[in-house]
């Protein structure tokens, strides 16, 4: 059985890094075409994907994200955690967090998915 | 940039009625990399349909996805009581893009 969880702080100050750690079960981040994926959602807003990493530690990114250099995502495996570090917290950038499995080449459509964690921005 | 506008905003039927819910890409989704996810307040998005037309595991067989190039539809052969949600289509066949969703509500 595949689960996921996200943690991390619930409150972050304008101009504070959000760090936020996605822990897994019932797969293998070393499994080829596996991968974990960030995605956030503004409350009533549309989900925005962030950013996914590859089993093989290859890393895409949001390109409205990325040209501002602000997110970053790492894996430790011998842990079953992904790491979401996002600089620069504006609040716009309040939302719920959702890190996402996905298991087949390329991109693919995320099929089990956490139950998400808000972050709010504030001072 | 890929867009994807899914219409309408707002779709209200009752129980038993069918629901046909459209997703219109900017440009052509690469290999039919067309998804679906259902959308309950507070939780998670639930995988419906990927590859524009095949249904996740566990997915009731009410619930179709068709289309190719640009337009893809979702049906929901008779709406059932659960049913009611937020639903979002996702191209992922370059990057990931989410539609703005389409709000199924009771009538």
């Known amino acids: 059985q595949i689960t996921l969880k996200e943690s991390g702080p619930t409150l972050v100050k304008p101009t504070q890094t959000l760090t936020l750690t996605c822990t897994f079960s019932?797969?293998?981040?070393?499994?080829?075409?596996?991968?974990v994926g960030w995605i956030r959602q503004p409350p009533g807003k549309a989900l925005e994907w962030l950013a996914l990493?590859?089993?093989?530690?290859?890393?895409?990114?949001s390109a409205s994200l990325k040209s501002k250099s602000r997110v970053s995502i790492t894996k430790e495996t011998s842990k079953n955690q992904v790491v979401l570090t996002m600089t620069n917290m504006a609040p716009v950038d309040t939302a719920t967090y959702f890190c996402?499995?996905?298991?087949?080449?390329?991109?693919?459509?995320?099929?089990?998915w956490g139950q998400g964690s808000l972050i709010t921005v504030s001072s | 940039e890929f867009v994807l506008t899914q219409s309408p905003g707002t779709l209200s039927l009752s129980p038993g009625e069918r629901a046909t819910l459209s997703c219109r890409a900017s440009q052509s989704v690469s290999s039919n990399f067309l998804a679906w996810y259902q959308q309950k307040p507070g939780q998670a998005p639930r995988l419906l349909i990927y590859?524009?037309?095949n249904r996740a595991t566990g997915i009731p067989d009410r619930f179709s996805g068709s289309g190719s190039g640009t337009d893809f539809t979702l049906t929901i052969s008779r709406v059932e009581p659960e049913d009611f949600a937020v639903y979002y289509c996702?191209?992922?066949?370059?990057?990931?893009?989410f539609g703005q969703g389409t709000k199924l509500d009771i009538k």
């Open positions: 996402a499995h996905k298991d087949s080449y390329g991109y693919g459509p995320f099929d089990y």
């Open positions: 019932g797969f293998s981040l070393n499994t080829s075409g596996v991968g």
């Open positions: 996702q191209q992922y066949g370059r990057s990931y893009t």
């Open positions: 990493i590859y089993w093989d530690d290859v890393k895409r990114y």
């Open positions: 590859g524009a037309s």
